[in-house]
């Protein structure tokens, strides 16, 4: 099925949006009242599947129940939600928003009977901060207008994990050019200058990555909270990228400190390789260029002195 813009019209809610730091709400959907959106991405034009069915592994293969393949641009948004409320309270809200206003749920399910959590992360979404016990899960697949046949199409997964941190997760499927980019990340994106104000380090940059197949970053800071600060200069870095759409990279991000738990590394570092990445999807560079991945304390060996916190660029 492709979606097309002939009879789609955008709907708004009234409810409270979430707290904003740095992206905003989807224009068809409104995230529960006490999150903070940590990740949002546009992908244009592309194959995407929504998930009708429970999964399962076939002969290696994670493949659903059932599925509907579809062609659009697809909006993605991850909220993290204040932990006194449950992942019960966050899909009870969606639940209520979706029946206020006439959308047609596809498929739900609770818990086991979705299937394995690692799946939907991995798998599905491709997001790994989404993994956690079955028994915490819940997923949604719904579209906005049941007498539209190109009508957006949503997913909507839920998890607590172990630590008892919840995240939300949204996927909005919908006709190409509805969403314009520079909006999504225009409240806190990092200053990026003309790329020929830094096109040697740029070219220098991009030689020592192809002669070595990886490069450790300079002077890539973290806020308290494992985001990019919004004074970030990532000119450097982005225009290196620009200079050869060929080459695709991993942002591996590395985190060691003592008294730490292996879990809260590896969640925090995986936070600030989707930061960095997020910050040069708004810079121009094509989502698909680009994998983020945290490896918190597991790979301690690098070149340099004082490398437990460090961002490494690596040839795909």
Not at 186 to 198: H, K, L
Request: hydrophobic share 40%.
């Amino acid at each position: 099925m492709v979606l097309a813009l002939a009879g789609f019209a955008q709907l708004s809610f009234g409810q409270a949006s979430a707290v904003e730091i740095g992206f905003t709400d989807h224009s068809l959907i409104t995230g529960f009242a006490y999150s903070e959106i940590i990740e949002r991405e546009l992908e244009r034009d592309i194959n995407h599947q929504v998930v009708l069915g429970a999964l399962e592994r076939v002969r290696g293969e994670v493949i659903p129940e059932d599925s509907e393949r579809l062609r659009g641009d697809v909006t993605k948004i991850n909220y993290e939600i204040s932990e006194e409320f449950s992942g019960a309270d966050v899909y009870q809200f969606f639940q209520e928003q979706l029946e206020s206003r006439n959308y047609e749920v596809l498929f739900s399910c609770e818990g086991r009977a979705c299937g394995s959590s690692n799946y939907w992360a991995n798998d599905v979404f491709r997001n790994r901060i989404l993994y956690g016990p079955e028994r915490n899960q819940y997923y949604m697949a719904f579209r906005s207008r049941a007498d539209v046949e190109d009508a957006p199409y949503f997913s909507l997964y839920i998890i607590t994990r172990v630590n008892r941190k919840i995240y939300a997760y949204i996927e909005v499927i919908e006709p190409g050019g509805t969403q314009d980019p520079e909006q999504i990340a225009a409240i806190q994106e990092p200053q990026v200058e003309d790329a020929s104000v830094s096109s040697g380090a740029s070219s220098g940059l991009l030689q020592q990555l192809r002669e070595q197949g990886s490069v450790i970053l300079p002077e890539i800071d973290f806020q308290s909270n494992d985001r990019l600060p919004a004074s970030l200069d990532i000119a450097s870095l982005a225009a290196a990228l620009q200079a050869d759409a060929s080459v695709s990279v991993y942002l591996v991000a590395h985190l060691s400190q003592e008294g730490r738990s292996l879990e809260e590394l590896m969640e925090r570092s995986a936070a600030r390789a989707s930061s960095l990445r997020q910050a040069l999807i708004a810079a121009g560079i094509s989502a698909e260029r680009i994998e983020a991945a945290g490896v918190g304390p597991l790979a301690p060996s690098c070149a340099v002195d004082n490398c437990s916190q460090r961002i490494e660029l690596v040839l795909r």
